[in-house]
Structure formats: C-alpha cells, structure tokens
C-alpha cells in the first residue's frame, strides 16, 4: 500500500460526485454531507455543533456558485489566491466570507489581506510578517491556522511537527493575525488507517500546544478532512472539515493542480 497514488486518485475522483447545477442539487449535497457529519459526531460522542463546514469551491464557475450560496454556503475556501481574488470580485454583491486554504508566496500576501477572512496555510514565518504588514495598513485582522505536515515524506507543505511550538511562540508579534488552530492535509491513500494516523497527529499537536502554552493557539481548532475522509477527521477531532467535491461534484482539473508534490 505504500505508491498507492491510483487509490488515491479514485478516492479523489470518486464518481460518487456529480456535478450540483442547481440550487436543489446543492440542498440536497449540503444535507447528505450536513447528516454525515451528523452521525460521525454521534459515533464517537461528540457535538455535531463542534464542526464547521467549509464548502471548497475550487474550479467552481461563478454561476453554480451563486447556486451553492442561494442553498446556504456563506463561507467558501478556495485553494489559489488569485482564483479567490477574482471570485470575491465577481460576487462582491453576495455576502461570503472567503476562507484561502491553500500555499501562499509571500508576494500573494497583498491580494489575501484585501479580501479573505480565512488563511489556513499559514506555514512560514516570512508569510505572517508579509500578512500583518500588509493588514496592518489596510486595517484589517485575518483568522489563521497554522498547517502541519503530518504525512512527513508525502509533501512540502505545512511545516514539520518539530518545528510547531518555535512557530507558535513567534505568532503573537503579528497582531492582525488571529490564531484559530491548527490545519493539515492528510496523505493520499485510500488506506484509512494511514489517513486517521495523521489526523491524530494534528489533535495530539493541538493537545501539547494547549497544554503547555494555551494563550498562542487560539481555540484550537483542528481543520481537517476532506470529501474522500471528513468523516475519519470527525472521528479524531476535527473542528472545520473543507469538503469540495461532495458539495459541487468532482473536478476536471487534477488535484495535481493543486498539490504539485503530487504530480
Ligand atoms: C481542494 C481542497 C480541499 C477539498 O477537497 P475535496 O476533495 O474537493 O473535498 C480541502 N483542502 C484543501 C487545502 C484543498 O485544496
């Protein structure tokens, strides 16, 4: 199980996933992903009202977003800032609140401080200082999760465990950002027993952060788990789970797009 890159491909790519292209498809999506957190909160005696949905809209045209939000999405993640960027712009008259859940370049920093509410790949340094100066002269905050690479090998994104608390402890100088938690991407593979290893990384970070310093980790909050493994995050903790394709329907571009550790 361990080159299981075609596993992860169907899991990514599950034709499960249609494509929602009304507002009734939307609904209907919404509720079916709303009753699954549901039950996975059940399952392991949590609060289901602990979970925030953030619905990924990634690729997602203007038109059927329009749709998603007439069926109840006000808050939306988006991978790439400019994507982000130009959505915010073209919807400006609806009320969303854009969550960017992807690696940004510091050089990005001055689009993301314009019009997210969210950042949740927060993972250097040089990118918080970028954030804060450019939020302080706009006069804005920003909520922010720290991204972990819990998969160690499988990518190069989210900084690596050890280095966590140093990051923490440096956070506070940057006042426009507000710690909310912590953030991951689970490795791909359609093994369940790897992907919940690394959710339960997150939380045990998350557990060692709050038990030592708990005043720089905000509330929290896990972000984690996705289409193919929200439920399994649940399962461990997570507090926001940032489903895309079980909401919209499944991408035409390759999560490879994405994530080019992957390709
Ligand atoms: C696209 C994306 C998601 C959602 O993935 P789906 O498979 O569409 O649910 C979650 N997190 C990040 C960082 C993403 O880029």
Redesign the pocket.
């Known amino acids: 199980m361990d080159q299981d890159t075609g596993d992860a491909e169907a899991l ?1 790519h599950d034709e499960r996933y249609s494509t929602a292209t009304t507002v009734e498809d939307f609904r209907i999506n919404l509720a079916e992903v709303n009753r699954r957190i549901e039950s996975a909160a059940v399952r392991v005696g949590r609060d289901a009202a602990e979970v925030e949905l953030l619905p ?1 809209s ?1 690729t997602v045209p203007q038109e059927r977003i329009r749709q998603a939000v007439a069926a109840g999405c006000h808050k939306l ?1 988006e ?1 790439k800032v400019q994507e982000a960027f130009r959505k915010s712009g073209e919807m400006a008259d609806l009320d969303i609140d854009w969550a960017v ?2 690696h940004l370049q510091s050089n990005k920093a001055r689009d993301v401080a314009k019009f997210a509410s969210e950042f ?2 927060l993972d250097r340094l040089k990118v918080a200082a970028a954030l804060d100066r450019r939020l302080q002269a706009a006069g804005r905050s920003l909520d922010v999760y720290v991204q972990v690479n819990t998969s160690a090998e499988e990518s190069k994104f989210g900084m690596p465990p050890e280095e966590l608390p140093g990051f923490l402890r440096e956070l506070p100088q940057f006042s426009a950002l507000k710690v909310q938690g912590l953030m991951t ?1 689970a490795i791909f593979s359609s093994d369940i027993a790897r992907v919940r290893t690394c959710f339960q990384r997150l939380r045990t970070l998350r557990d060692q952060a709050q038990d030592t310093n708990p005043e720089l980790i905000g509330r929290g909050s896990l972000s984690m788990g ?3 493994d929200y439920e399994v995050a649940i399962e461990e903790g997570a507090n926001c789970v ?5 909401i ?1 329907g499944k ?1 035409a571009l390759p ?1 490879s797009y ?2 080019p550790e992957n390709s």
Do not use: H
């Not at 940032?242 to 079980?246: N, S, T």
């Open positions: 990514n990924v990634k993640g991978n859940i992807g949740q790949a991407l996705m289409s193919g940032r489903v895309g394709q079980a919209f991408r999560d994405y994530w």
